[in-house]
């Protein structure tokens, strides 16, 4: 009963509201800036299944007077290549997204609930430093993490970090993964620790009581608790990896380079070629479209809070 | 850790997922393993705590594949740790919690020092040196940007100013007016799905998306932008190659990948305005505009201005967008890209991508303070 009331009385503004800002015209231009905004990509989407001399030769929009569907941009796209193939640029993502997601959220998580639970002195200090880390924006980073991936490091002549060998630059992923652990510490850290820190006092010191140690409390209290939070953040960091260039630009150089790193190099060379560049760019997009579609709740949590990152 | 590494890079490549993520989840169980162990009491446990205060530090060091004349460095990698052992014996709260602190936090604090701090100090020196990094040429790469004459320093600073002026008020104004349009309507939803979805595209898509629709060819039109202007009578335009509305459509590009984001967000705040202010305000026979001009705009004030100034950081780093469609041609390009390109160039022009880096980042720090100091007041 007490539910049944609830559930009117927030009806109740609702409805109002409701009368007062909406009318027909509101709607009506809603629409229109809906459809504009999906157009270009309904167009793209649509010439992909275009045969591909039709979509050079006529606009997408005369499909509707003559339909004609085919798969074969996809399949010639998924057999293409230019130094790598595509299918292996979309593993090189695949390999990239996957390490590089759950490495910084563990990493944060261990260094968040420290930051949340173990008194010390400079805690705040060191907690604002972090939360400050975030403003480094990535351009700042890229050319001395190459020169240190490369060349290593040399202090007074003594070279002490000889830097990785040419194989696993050019064929290997650490480097990418160490970038993008090391650029989603901070927003990491921060999200986490606002999470942990939400824990009742309480429900940790009655653990604590119970003799459980920290490394126990973090297993059986923090980790559970901050689930929704770990479950958001490793959405946006996936879907972060997924469509980055810019890290892909600089630290993959040959073998390694994800698809949107292949996206762009052709649509530079081969720009007019758009059988290719249609199929190619749903095959990238396809991922993250899933994930938005199946976990739009959590995403929508993530992009807000990551939503300065980078 | 380099033999790990190339190791790691031969192997077949579903393979390398599991590997790489299991031998971290080793890591970090041994990490809270130790955790665990550090704090217990008894005898001989003191001697546990300095082998693993002084012992970590020098497996890690050994890990990173330290060069062996770097004797020094383990050395101080020990001292270090038994200096922790020594504060963590005198600590008045109880014995190993220095150490757990230190286990916790120092996987993430060393990669941050590493990754952030070390690269930052460095990019900021660069910009005061030569393009070799060795000769200190004081503020000659900052007059280089600033010269008309500067292959694309200036025009991309310029651009970038124009890309964050514009980007983020039309994609704020955008939002705004749509969160209200579609607010309690029919299918709002679905209207809201559509706007929003395009964040979750890749800049990269997003650029090919659009590079599409402003294509321009002899003949027969195959992009849209250019049908509708014969459709109308008019001459198809190569709409990329002429600055400055080139820059223009490529902003248009952005603004369509953000405004989901200024949608959601105002969407969330229009809804907490009390439906009592808005009744009020049509009681006093105030008409639609000026109910939302005069009572949910102040509102909703400070939202905004958070989303505004979030896509104005985004403008200012735009980077996939220039590499994708004009690749800095025609003056389009703006200073996230530039720096990439200068430091491409042969031989690497680091000198100039630093001090364009800088310039970055000298212009996000008001942006990222002004929403710092929101956040606190709201917690």
Redesign the interface.
Known sequence: MSTLTAVSASHR??R???Q????PW??A???I??VV?????F??FL?SFRPADD???????TFFAHPQVTLSNYAQTLDFTSGISVI?AL??S??IT??AA??PI???L??A???AW???KGRNI?FIA????????????????L??YTGGVSVGG????????A??LS????QV???H???A??LA?FMLHNSLAAIPTSVMEAAQIDGA????V??RVALPLATPTIASYAIFQF?WV?????VA??FTSGQNAPI?KM??DL??VY?QQ?YL??AG?FL??IV??I??FAL?RF??RG??AG??K? | MQAFFAWLAGLPQLVQIPIVIVAFLVVVGAVIFLIEVVPRSGRGLSWVRAAIAIGVPVVVLAVLGLEKGAAWVFLLGAVLGGGLFWLDARSSKGRGRLIQLALFVSPALLMMAVGLIYPTLRTIVSAFMDKSGTTFVGLDNFAWVFSAGGSGGLSSLINTIVWVVIAPVAATFVGLVYALWVDRSRGEKFLKVLIFMPMSISLVGASIIWKFFYDYRQGNQIGLLNQIVAWFGGQPVNWLQHYPLNMFLLIIILVWSQTGFAMVILSAAIKGVPAELIEAAQLDGASSVRRFVNVIIPVIRPTIVVVWVTISITALKVYDIIAVTTAGQNSSSVLGYEMVRQFSLLPPQSGHSAALALLIFILVIPFIAYNARSLRKDS
């Open positions: 503004p609702h109002r509201t409701h007062v800002l909406s009318s509101a709607t231009g809603a629409i800036i809906a905004w999906t157009l270009p990509t167009g793209l010439s979509i050079t030769t006529s606009g997408w929009w292996k593993l090189n695949i390999t996957l390490p759950i490495i563990v990493l944060g261990l260094a609930y420290a930051l173990i008194d010390f060191l972090i939360f400050a880390l975030q403003i480094v924006p990535l351009q700042m980073l890229l050319v001395p993490l020169k240190l003594l070279h002490l970090f000889p830097g990785f060998a194989n696993s064929n290997g992923f650490a993964w160490i970038t652990t090391m650029s510490l901070p850290i140690g920290h490394g126990q973090f297993f879907l997924w469509n980055d260039l810019l630009t600089i949107t996206l762009s649509s530079g720009g758009w560049l249609t760019t990238a997009i993250p479209l994930v938005f739009q995403f929508v992009l807000l939503s300065t980078g």
